[in-house]
């Protein structure tokens, strides 16, 4: 079974991710702004960013959020924290974490982003949905290959 690791592993040798940060680790402050978390969200085009209290993880912000306790209840951007309408109850996975088990995880509890703790609960990267169904793809075409290399004698 394929894991985690091997997950964000794929992402950083495809390029979509940047050794040394963490497997595209974007993180922001409760004490920060509703405004400069979406900047930063815009600037990196990704949907969601940690929330760190210095080296813990208070919690996650998304687009979801943003929707849903800042545009409905008609709060500022400017004048609203993060911490005010982030998710702080946050499903994480380990690096040890099967890939189907995240997915399932995904789908059961309806998110798109899970952070990644390691053994020391210090978050080392990020799981989204599109990195999951990135890695399925990945993984039919290379069964479809080698299916197609043995009915053809090539294998």
Known sequence: METVFDLLDEKMRAGRSRPGAGCDLVATTPEATVREATRL???HGIGS???MNGRELAG???ERDVLRR?????RSPDATLVRE??????LFCSLEATIDDVADQMRR????????LDADREVVGMVSIGDVNAHRHACCE????HMEQYLHGRA
């Not at 800042?70 to 008609?74: G, P, T």
């Open 70 to 74: 800042v545009v409905v209840e008609s």
């Open 85 to 90: 309408v982030m998710t702080a109850n946050v």
């Open 49 to 51: 960013v940690i929330v």
């Open 109 to 116: 509890h309806r998110v798109r982003h899970v952070p990644v």
């Open 142 to 145: 290379r069964t479809l290959y």
């Open 60 to 62: 996650i912000f998304t």
């Open 41 to 43: 969200m815009n600037e």
